[in-house]
């Protein structure tokens, strides 16, 4: 195996194991949430989201509007890391799901919490030390009304 492929392999191992760790903070669901269900694929008429530029990103879907707003793209190991979503249908509070997703150059490396909600959502999120360096996304798949939504935003965490 050339230097390369073993340092490439070696990298990527080590992003599975962080995502492997990672989670979100919040252990309660929000009050009147249901069990989590099966995400449902987008059909038509959606809207990718825009760039995560200024620490929010907006997309939209069959006529749901999906808003993530984080703290920041350079996370600090350990300390937490707010993000709060909002979800609208028609200008109105729509029911929704939401699960996180961990991405390494563009791959799902982890799945992780799952909540349900009426129009808004809070959490913090606390960033594993194994994560420092690695260019990753992090992915907010929202499902409501028959749409689904994958809101990504790049971090970079920082010691």
């Known amino acids: 195996m050339s230097g390369r492929a073993a340092r490439l392999l070696s990298g990527s191992t080590a992003v599975l194991l962080l995502a492997g760790g990672c989670g979100g903070s919040s252990k309660s669901r929000s009050p009147g ?4 269900t099966a995400p449902q694929t987008t059909v038509g008429g959606s809207t990718p989201p825009a760039p995560a530029t200024s620490g929010t990103v907006t997309g939209s879907s069959r006529g749901v509007t999906a808003t993530l707003h984080a703290g ?3 996370p600090k190991v350990g300390r937490g890391w707010p993000l709060r979503f909002t979800v609208t249908r028609a200008g109105h509070a729509a029911r929704a799901s939401l699960s996180y997703e961990y991405l390494f150059n563009g791959q799902v490396v982890a799945h992780r919490s799952h909540y ?8 913090v999120f606390r960033w594993p030390s194994s994560a420092v360096g ?11 009304g028959g749409a689904t939504i994958d809101l990504d935003y790049p971090v970079q965490v920082t010691a």
Do not use: C, E, K
Request: a positive charge.
């Open 72 to 74: 920041t793209h350079h």
């Open 134 to 144: 690695y260019p990753l996304t992090f992915r907010a798949v929202i499902v409501s």
């Open 33 to 36: 949430s249901a069990a989590p």
């Open 116 to 123: 349900t909600f009426n129009g808004r959502f809070s959490d």
